[in-house]
């Protein structure tokens, strides 16, 4: 069964950090590009975060450049993303899911946000809130 699951959101204050977990099972991540998208309640999923498997060209949102770092590790099957700095803005669902190996390439190269389109498994979700 070809399955993602996201863990590692929590409440957190304002300042302080998390780190989310993108872990597989029943497919290897090797060949796939992952996502990292989040959705606040009222607003429309967006593009936090990418990471493609050809290069390892990673993509980032202007609203988290340098304060989030996605990394992946095929050996345990799992994308992490690290969120340092969280704002009350940053609170929202967040999803991970896999693309095409060089999607990340592209976006960072082209300078476009990543589309949730491009992205084909999901996992469900996991809640972040940033608040005092």
């Known amino acids: 069964q070809v399955q993602l699951v996201e863990s590692g959101g929590g409440l957190v204050q304002p300042g302080g950090s998390l780190r989310l977990s993108c872990a597989a099972s029943?497919?290897?991540?090797?060949?796939?590009?992952i996502g990292w998208f989040r959705q606040a309640p009222g607003k429309e999923r967006e593009g936090v975060s990418c990471?493609?498997?050809?290069?390892?060209?990673?993509y980032y949102a202007d609203s988290v450049k340098g304060r989030f770092t996605i990394s992946r590790d095929n050996a345990k099957n799992t994308v992490y993303l690290q969120m340092n700095s969280l704002k009350p803005e940053d609170t929202a669902v967040y999803y991970c899911?896999?693309?095409?190996?060089?999607?990340?390439?592209?976006?960072?190269?082209?300078?476009?946000?990543?589309?949730?389109?491009?992205?084909?498994?999901w996992g469900q979700g996991t809640q972040v809130t940033v608040s005092s």
């Open positions: 899911a896999t693309g095409v190996h060089y999607i990340c390439t592209y976006y960072s190269r082209r300078g476009i946000p990543s589309r949730s389109t491009d992205f084909g498994s």
């Open positions: 029943g497919f290897s991540l090797d060949y796939y590009a």
């Open positions: 990471i493609s498997s050809s290069d390892g060209s990673e």
